[in-house]
Structure formats: structure tokens, C-alpha cells
């Protein structure tokens, strides 16, 4: 008979709707593999909280400091312990110090093609507006590994949807968002099971 290995911890550090967030969660609700165990939030308004109580996933609300202390956040990391971090619209820099305690074990999805329309201060609708205004044909999803540069780890897929000349900044990341609603759930469990 074939032994059940442990559930994985995926936490989700998040903030803003939480649309993304949710995708994972439901989509690894019944899984044998992995589950979202905890949501980090850096804003007390998000809508990722209300998603996280919706589902009964503990959030946990930190600021500044717990993010940037060595004994703060990254002891409770290690103490679920996370298997996975996945970065779904968090808009603060991991530090170094988690970047290199969770070496290769953290995602991120970005709303374009990078290594275009990235950087700090490139998120949300300021990419889609950025992307309009060049005149971009084409725009997408990035899903990376988040090394200690921001938006610059390998790349582990993309995925692209064309710029039609009446799109806006809104009509453009709704279609953006349904690729990342398609795709970051199915490349995170794949990269969970190429990681085993
Ligand atoms: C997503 O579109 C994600 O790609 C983006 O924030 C949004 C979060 O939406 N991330 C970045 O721009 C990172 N630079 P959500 O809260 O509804 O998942």
C-alpha cells in the first residue's frame, strides 16, 4: 500500500483582494499534497483577510519589523513549518535574510512580461498602465522564484494575452488576472511536485 506523505505548508503572503489567494486555497482544499496553512498581510484592510476567515486560514498581520527581524516572521515560518511561500500580490520586499532561509522555495506572480514592467513600484494597475501606453501587442503572467532582486529570479512560466488597440488599463487586467486565476494554482502544484 502506498504511504501518505505529510501535507505541504504553503503560506501566502498577500496585500490586496486576495483573488489569487483564494484561487490557491480552493484549489488545494481536497489536495493530498499541499495546503495553504497561513496568510501574511502587511495591510489591516485587505481584502485577503475577510478570503482567509471565509476559509478559516489564520492570518497573520505583521508590519515593518516582524518582517524584517530574523527572530520575528521567519520563526513562525519554521515552526509550521512552510514548505512554500507563494507571493500573491504582496507588495513589500521579502528581505534578504527569508529569501535565503526559504532559498528556492518562494514563488511570486507578476502581471506581465518580465523582464518587462517590473521593478519596485510596478504593480497593479500601474503595469497594466504602463503596458497601454508603450503600445505593448502583447501582455501576460509571470510566475518566478524570488531571489534577493526584485521581480528578477528565473522564470518558471509565462504565459501571454494579446493588447487589442481598445483595451484600457481596466479591461486590460481583468483579462491578465484571468491567466493568473488559470495558471499560478496549477504551476504552484507543479513545482511542488517537482520538489518533492
Ligand atoms: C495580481 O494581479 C498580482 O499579479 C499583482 O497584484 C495582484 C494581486 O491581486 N502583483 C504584483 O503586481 C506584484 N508586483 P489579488 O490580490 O486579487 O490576488
Known sequence: MKEDRPLKH????????GTNAEKIITHFRDSRMAKVSLIVCNNPEAGVIAVASRHGIPVDLIDRNRLIDPSGLANTLLRIPADLIVLAGFLWKVPDHLVRLFQGKILNIHPALLPKYGGIGMFGSRVHEAVVRAGEK?????????????DEGPSLLQRTVAVDPDDSPKSLALKVQK????WYPRVIEQFLKNNP
Open 179 to 182: 491567466l493568473e486565476h488559470e
Open 138 to 150: 502583447l501582455t501576460g503572467i509571470t510566475v518566478h522564484l524570488v531571489n534577493e532582486q526584485y
Open 10 to 17: 504553503i503560506v501566502i503572503f498577500a496585500s490586496g483582494a
